[in-house]
């Protein structure tokens, strides 16, 4: 709402890194007037008119300017998102060409297929399926199994959506890099792990690979990876983060 | 001077001053008449100054203003994943919307001894149809994609810590959205009702079945009964072509319009 800062001596500004915007700020309705021609000068007159008591209010608002400096949005960011998204959709379209999806028979109550699989991304959760022997069978009960391996199956997946949902109630701060946090990163990547071997596990059946020891590394796997992750990551912070923090002290010198 | 109360924009004496056109006279009267019942002129303003402010500058990022790591750079590509997604998202719901136009989720057969409705119209699609197959396989890539894009995502996500404090809600929110993305990608998966539709639908009775106290009530809401039939089709189609498109897409808006709000969250 830059009605009248024609002045440009007494913009007020937010006092921020003294970057000034150029000098094509939205002109006024007088502005837009004298610019144009025909009907849209008429309507601009008429608005202009019409907007005149409004003017003297904003022009005794303490509207403050923000200095801002970067790529136009108009032709720069358009015209590189354009770009990219033509470009992936063409990724879609070139793949849609190259492989395209195949049928299988009509269904057949009658005849269950040797390999039943779900589409790639729910193997993990078909993998939980499989986890019957890590179901704990209770002495108590007998040897008993406190419930059926399937829901037990079922009931993991409710235990993984809950891990993921409450990490940004566990992990707050400012830290944003995972040299930061090798912790963190750990966590990570044990659970990238062990969506991956997971998947594996759910097709032990096309695994060219002993099904006990496919088991077996499917959990130990993951804390193998993590703590390979957390080592390097805790050998890198050092130095790393001696980086970090002398830029920022130079940036924002400590009081 | 007459004792007519006058208005002090008193647009008709003005309107006469001018010595206008007939056109021009029309078309501002017609313009006065619609802006004193609809104030155009606010949203006018609001469209014009928007016009000029698209030619203002955005904020330099973090990164660049600071100039905190020239290498910053290597990263960027794994920021568009979100884009990338909702762009798969988009272009999944125009060829679905082309594919509905002959999809028919039906499980009885035509004829004795043939493959059923859904199943056949899958085929009529695939064989006969123009430029169907084509679409069946975008159809399908762009779902594939959009999974994919959203994962990757979420990964994104999680390392660069841009999940953290202010941003726990979007988090929250992408979590439910990657779950109803698997849900619309199986719902979709058995719409072909052909072996592994019908199987993998099986597998999803029996795993709603084993849910503890709830099981049997989430069968029958999921998949109409216990077993496969005509219900479970039908409700899979509604739930992949009506329900879920609702949900998700303003879900996605939701999710993008608070990244619009907070910021990107850059690494620093």
Same mark, same amino acid.
């Given at each position: 709402m830059t009605d009248d800062n024609t002045n440009t001596d007494d913009i007020e500004t937010d006092g921020g890194t003294g970057i000034v915007a150029p000098d094509?700020?939205? *002109?006024?309705w007088r502005e837009r007037k004298e610019r144009t021609e025909g009907l849209s000068r008429l309507t601009y007159e008429y608005f202009e008119r019409a907007r005149s008591e409004d003017e003297s209010l904003r022009r005794e608002s303490d509207y403050v300017e923000r200095d801002v400096l970067a790529f *136009?949005?108009?032709p720069h960011e358009t015209v590189r998102n354009l770009a990219l998204t033509s470009f992936f959709v063409g990724m879609i379209i070139f793949l849609s060409a190259t492989l395209p999806p195949h049928i299988g028979d009509p269904?057949? *109550?009658n005849s269950t297929p040797a390999i039943i699989l779900p589409d790639w991304y729910l193997y993990w959760s078909f993998g939980l399926l499989k986890l019957g022997p890590l179901n704990p069978e209770l002495a108590i009960l007998?040897?008993?199994?406190?419930?059926?391996d399937r829901t037990y199956g079922v009931l993991a997946n409710g235990v993984i959506v809950g891990a993921i949902t409450v990490v940004p109630f566990i992990n707050k701060g400012s830290?944003?890099? *995972?040299v930061e946090q090798p912790f963190w990163a750990a966590v990570g990547m044990f659970g990238v792990t062990l969506a991956f071997t997971l998947s594996m596990l759910s097709v032990k059946n096309l695994m060219p690979m002993n099904v006990d020891l496919l088991f077996d590394l499917t959990f130990l796997a993951p804390p193998i990876v993590a703590a390979i992750t957390y080592a390097v990551l805790k050998t890198m912070r050092e130095g790393y983060m001696y980086d970090l923090n002398r830029r920022y002290y130079r940036l924002r010198p400590p009081k | 001077m007459s004792l007519e109360k006058k208005d002090e924009y008193d647009h008709k004496n003005w309107l006469e001053s001018k010595d206008l056109t007939p056109v021009e006279a029309t078309f501002l009267t017609a313009l006065i008449w619609v802006d004193k019942r609809l104030r155009i002129v606010d949203y006018l303003e609001l469209l014009e100054s928007l016009y000029y402010r698209s030619n203002l500058q955005m904020p330099k990022s973090h990164t660049e203003q600071y100039? &905190?790591?020239?290498? /910053?750079?290597?990263?960027y590509a794994l920021y568009t994943l979100g884009f990338f997604s909702t762009l798969a998202y988009v272009v999944a719901a125009i060829s679905g919307a082309l594919l509905g136009f002959y999809y028919v989720p039906a499980?009885?057969?035509? @004829?004795? @001894?043939e493959a059923s409705i859904a199943y056949s119209q899958i085929a009529f699609i695939m064989r006969? &149809?123009? /430029?169907g197959f084509m679409l069946r396989s975008i159809h399908r890539w762009s779902a594939q994609v959009m999974t994919a894009a959203v994962f990757l995502h979420m990964l994104r996500v999680y390392f660069t810590g841009a999940y953290k404090e202010p941003r726990e809600l979007n988090w929250l929110l992408g979590i439910v959205l990657i779950s109803l993305t698997m849900v619309f990608g199986y719902s979709g998966y058995l719409l072909p009702w052909d072996q592994l539709a019908f199987w993998a639908g099986q597998i999803g009775v029996e795993m709603s079945l084993s849910i503890p106290l709830i099981g049997e009530w989430v069968a029958q809401l &999921? /998949? @109409? @009964?216990f077993s496969l039939s005509q219900a479970t089709l039908q409700r899979m189609y509604i739930l992949h072509v009506f329900l879920l498109p609702f949900v998700v897409t303003t879900l996605i808006a939701i999710h993008i319009g608070i990244v619009w709000v907070q910021g990107i969250a850059e690494p620093h």
């Open positions: 094509d700020e939205t *002109p006024t *136009p949005t108009w269904a057949n *109550p007998g040897g008993q199994k406190l419930m059926a830290a944003r890099r *995972p | 100039d &905190l790591d020239n290498k /910053f750079w290597y990263w499980v009885g057969s035509a @004829g004795p @001894g006969d &149809l123009q /430029f &999921l /998949f @109409g @009964g």
